[in-house]
């Protein structure tokens, strides 16, 4: 993460006190998703529950620049609507998707949930991917059009880059073809595909950070992410100077990570929503905090 000098942060950390304040009223409130403005695509690992609990946290920093290193399907930026915001996410399909919306994205490719059109639009995403031409409407579209129509909203890719999810087996799906109920709010985020390392922020930045979770399924783009992966983004968090917050799996491992790292933890049970083994029970959460 590259560190800039927009902002300064007050000379006074925060205590342990407040932070373990904040993270117990998070925890003591019952998850409710924001109704107002839903998440435009399916998002395996999806924050709307973690929305009430984080906005405790936020509230209070609401007048800074928010930042989402990994945004996957903007859950939380929609939950909590901040004024500035710097969203980026490894997948560039995500963000060419998300660049369209900005600039007034339609549909106008046939949409259907039918098999048939689903692989032959997954065979002209896959051409495009091949030609370079991902940064385009149409290439928008397709990723749209497959999101919402392939097995369980998945977003997976092959050691070759191509889109492999098959068809889904919906009864019935609501596709839209105008996003610009979104425009209003986008007009003021930035959307970046890289690196966390590579994200250029300010020192008083509030990031929430919501990595792919430590389990075995975490091939949400070309790359996967590693446990090398989460001990990297994790040291690299910790540095950041301002306010953060950080939610990931519970496992032994990750809240032995964050613990050595100095973050103050709090546990939540998230519900969880899409799982490749068709396990949909709930999954223990720890919400990790530095700097509030």
């Known amino acids: 993460m590259k560190l800039t000098a927009a902002s300064k942060v007050d000379s006074a950390g925060p205590s342990l006190s407040a932070a373990v304040g904040l993270l117990s009223s998070a925890r003591n409130q019952t998850p409710v998703e924001d109704p107002a403005l839903t998440p435009p695509l399916k998002w395996a690992g999806g924050k709307r529950w973690l929305v009430r609990q984080v906005a405790t946290i936020w509230e209070q920093h609401s007048h800074k620049r928010y930042v989402e290193p990994f945004c996957g399907g903007l859950a939380m930026a929609l939950g909590l609507k901040p004024g500035r915001a710097l969203l980026n996410d490894i997948n560039p399909h995500l963000i060419n998707f998300y660049s369209q919306v900005q600039d007034g994205l339609k549909v106008t490719i046939e949409m259907a949930n039918d098999a048939q059109l689903f ?174």
């Open 119 to 292: 692989y032959a639009h997954r065979d002209r995403f896959n051409r495009m991917i091949k030609q370079g031409k991902i940064q385009t409407q149409p290439a928008a579209q397709l990723f749209y059009f497959l999101n919402r129509t392939c097995f369980n909203g998945l977003c997976r890719f092959n050691q070759s880059g191509e889109f492999n999810v098959p068809f889904g087996s919906y009864k019935k799906i609501n596709y839209v073809s105008d996003f610009h109920q979104y425009r209003k709010l986008f007009a003021t985020w930035k959307f970046t595909s890289g690196d966390l390392e590579a994200l250029s922020l300010e020192r008083d930045d509030f990031i929430y950070a919501d990595p792919p979770y430590d389990v075995e399924f975490t091939t949400y783009s070309a790359g996967g992410f590693s446990w090398e992966d989460q001990v990297r983004t994790a040291a690299l968090l910790a540095a950041h100077p301002g306010p953060l917050v950080l939610s990931n799996q519970a496992t032994p491992r990750i809240v032995s990570l964050y613990e050595k790292l100095g973050f103050t933890l709090s546990y939540l049970e998230a519900p969880r929503r899409i799982s490749c083994t068709g396990d949909r029970t709930a999954a223990q959460e720890v919400l990790a905090v530095r700097g509030v």
